[in-house]
């Protein structure tokens, strides 16, 4: 227990004389080759070693810039340009819609999907009547894909016809 006891007390001599020696050579401005202290200096800025006691805040720290000064009036100035903001959103203009028949249109789609199925229906019934009778009148098969073309062709060319006569 001797020893142990001993043991500590040497180790804590040791190091108040190497923090004695940093403070010596911090006060004479001892550096390594680098210009750099040869040591690293701690900053107690709560805490002073020699009275061993905390230090409490006084004028000189507040001069310094905190987070809080730098937001101080920020909160006042975001309430403030929100207030502007409501004000300008009350605006009637801005309350209407932008197109006068929005709803029409809404109420109107339900009603086309039925008409928009019902006409797809009679295109199809008719293309197949058209069919039919074609094959009435060739009695023999058909090229579907042929007979779509040829359609094509022809208006095509009928409105290449128009334009024509329409330049001269």
Do not use: C
Not at 106 to 120: A, F, G, W
């Amino acid at each position: 227990m001797e020893n142990n006891l001993a043991a500590n007390a040497a180790a804590r001599k040791e190091r108040l004389i190497a923090l004695r020696r940093r403070k010596e050579g911090k006060e004479a401005g001892e550096t390594n080759g680098n210009g750099e202290p040869s040591h690293f200096a701690f900053k107690q800025r709560n805490y002073d070693p020699e009275t061993r006691t905390l230090r409490k805040r006084g004028q000189e720290d507040e001069n310094e810039d905190t987070v809080e000064k730098a937001v101080e009036g920020l909160a006042e100035q975001i309430i403030k340009e929100d207030e502007e903001k409501r004000k300008e959103e009350l605006d009637l203009f801005n309350i209407q819609p932008r197109r006068a028949n929005w709803d029409l249109k809404r109420d109107m789609t339900n009603r086309m999907s039925k008409l928009d199925r019902k006409t797809n229906e009679a295109i199809a019934t008719i293309f197949r009547q058209r069919l039919q009778s074609m094959k009435k009148d060739q009695k023999g098969d058909i090229d579907l894909l042929a007979s779509m073309n040829a359609q094509e062709h022809e208006r095509d060319d009928a409105l290449e016809a128009n334009e024509d006569s329409d330049d001269e």
